[in-house]
């Protein structure tokens, strides 16, 4: 039954490999999306190429569909499945800051390494500032404890929360997705899209 | 709407929502009670015990979401414990009100003198469905003869164990506590460390996100 | 070669997907990007100031073995394939992405202090849109959503005042 790592049906090791793996087949992806130009994911911001958005909630879909589907069928343990624990305040501050830099800078994680390989030069210059502002981040650590475990809700979900079955959030999940991509196709018609 | 292959990836998604919106998702969940081959593997290759030095370095750490557990009789407990571990008899173990001390989320570490108490109640937790369980390996008996009197490596030793050594010198009277040397064996002395084997999934814990 | 164009995203979202569920099927955890970019930054102020990285809680804890670790290994094949798909596709070439009204120097300015920024918010956060708003998105974790929908809602207020970069 999978997880298989967590029935162990293969080593540490053998993870590895798996990681790297798996990690060519996620940089294959992001590059064939066009990830790795960072002018096609700032368009994003102002609606004239909603390709980030398109790609994130097709992928979210599909891994979440199968995940459930595959735990029905009785094929995989879903509580095996390593969920992100929840900081509430900690990451919706996170993640404004995290968006004010998506927004400048044009990239994020992931996706600027998927430029640096694909020569994009702007790309070098965003790997070096994340590091500079994790650097920072390690440095004021002693000071942001309090703000970085605001919030421990430990490994909620959605469905926990709403306190509805798990299948119903992921039919709003879809039901939302399918809006976004519709309501995302009308804003590129209305601004202007740029084909790149 | 014209059919195209956009559109018939919508039609899949939303089929597929609808089928898992009316269907018992939820129960099936229930299956990690009682995996009992699972369990029995992990206990054979003892991936159940956590090192006193990863307890020390999450205590070190205020590692969030880490609760040290203390199943000796309230009596030991008093005369010395973990810094930060509370005390849950392992006859109470299972009762309603100990069960509500215990986080399901949280990683539990459960202690005893030695080795067998915290395995038994560790078979237990895991069988009521506590996910993130360890059995610190030794015990308090070999807690306190780590970090009250560790013992110094004898030649020829290797950088690991020096700086073990040291750690468990400097951490000493902050693990502690308040007693030193406190003398209580109700079981048998365990000697840990005699096995060789590599930690994993115990450092998991420190950073999977992203 | 002349450039390709990109894929439907349609199509790069259905290959994304798949690639999250494999890794939730072998390995029981999905995909991430910034926790190896900390291990590269520790491994790097390790490398000058050892003592100062043990004494950081922090750093302290991605300094043992920092590359020996899953998502490293996950990022040098993000590495290669992202390089592999590039040349198929003929477009790695050296240049700048910019909008039409910037300099390359001014961008690069940007580039730097916009990392920057999302570095720090990145591990306030414990993640970034791979590894928090993709994979907590995906198993339904409340962080996740949470963290995406600040995402997008910050970007998009910001938007406004870098237009001039790329539009």
């Known amino acids: 039954m999978a997880p298989f790592f967590k029935y162990g049906f293969f080593t540490e090791q053998t993870g590895l490999i798996i990681a790297l793996i798996l990690g060519v087949s996620f940089g294959f992806w992001l590059e064939r999306a066009g990830f790795g130009y960072s002018r096609k994911l700032a368009l994003q911001f102002y609606f004239k190429d909603m390709t980030v958005l398109n790609v994130m909630f097709t992928a979210i879909v599909v891994a979440m569909l199968g995940l459930l589907l595959f735990s029905l069928f009785g094929w995989l343990d879903i509580t095996k499945i390593y969920i992100n624990p929840t900081y509430l305040w900690a990451q919706l501050i996170g993640g404004l800051i995290l968006g004010v830099g998506f927004a400048i800078g044009g990239y994020c994680p992931g996706t600027s390494v998927v430029g640096a390989v694909t020569g994009h030069v702007d790309a070098y210059f965003f790997l070096g500032g994340a590091m500079f502002g994790m650097f920072v981040f390690g440095e004021m650590f002693p000071s942001l404890e309090g703000l970085y475990n605001w919030g421990a809700m430990g490994d909620v979900r959605l469905s926990d929360v709403f306190n509805i079955s798990s299948g119903v959030v992921a039919l709003a999940v879809v039901i939302l997705a399918i809006l976004f991509f519709l309501g995302g196709e009308w804003l590129e018609n209305k601004f202007g899209k740029e084909g790149l | ?210 | 070669m002349k450039e390709k164009p990109y894929w439907s995203p349609y199509v790069s979202g259905l290959g994304l997907g798949i690639t999250l569920l494999l890794a939730f099927v072998l390995m029981g955890r999905g995909l991430g990007a910034s926790g190896a970019m900390m291990r590269f930054t520790t491994a790097l102020v390790d490398l000058f100031a050892h003592d100062h990285v043990m004494a950081n809680p922090y750093f302290a804890k991605y300094a043992e073995n920092p590359f020996s670790n899953w998502l490293v290994y996950e990022i040098l094949g993000v590495m290669i394939g992202g390089f592999l798909s590039g040349m198929l596709a003929g477009r790695n070439k050296w240049r700048t992405g910019r909008g039409p009204n910037i300099s390359k120097h001014k961008r690069w300015v940007y580039a730097f202090a916009g990392g920057a920024i999302m570095g720090f918010g990145a591990r306030l956060s414990r993640g970034c849109t791979s590894g928090l708003a993709l994979t907590g998105g995906a198993t339904l974790a409340v962080g996740g959503w949470v963290f995406m929908f600040a995402v997008f809602a910050a970007a998009y207020a910001t938007a406004y005042f870098v237009r001039k970069q790329w539009i």
């Not at chain 2, 020390?56 to 309230?74: N, Y």
Request: charged share 25%.
């Open chain 2, 1 to 210: 709407m014209k059919i195209s292959s956009r559109n018939i990836g919508f039609g899949i998604m939303l089929l597929l929502g609808l089928i898992l919106a009316f269907s018992p998702v939820d129960k099936m969940n229930i299956s990690k009670v009682a995996d009992r081959e699972l369990l029995l593997s992990q206990l054979h290759s003892q991936s159940n015990y956590i090192e006193a030095e990863d307890v020390a370095h999450w205590i070190i750490d205020k590692e969030p979401g880490v609760l040290i557990v203390d199943i000796r009789p309230a009596g030991d407990y008093m005369k010395y414990h973990i810094p930060g571990a509370i005390n849950i008899p392992l006859e109470k173990l299972l009762e309603k009100s100990s069960l509500e001390l215990m986080d399901p989320s949280a990683t539990l570490v459960l202690t005893s003198n030695g080795n067998t108490k915290a395995s038994q109640a560790w078979l237990l937790l895991k069988e009521k469905g506590y996910d993130d369980v360890y059995v610190l390996h030794g015990g308090m008996n070999h807690w306190v003869e780590a970090f009250s009197a560790p013992r110094k490596p004898v030649e020829p030793y290797t950088d690991d164990e020096v700086f073990r050594y040291q750690f468990r010198l400097a951490a000493g009277p902050v693990m502690m506590g308040t007693a030193r040397a406190a003398q209580s064996t109700r079981e048998a002395p365990v000697k840990p460390r005699t096995i060789k084997r590599k930690r994993r999934s115990v450092k998991k814990k420190v950073d999977e996100g992203c």
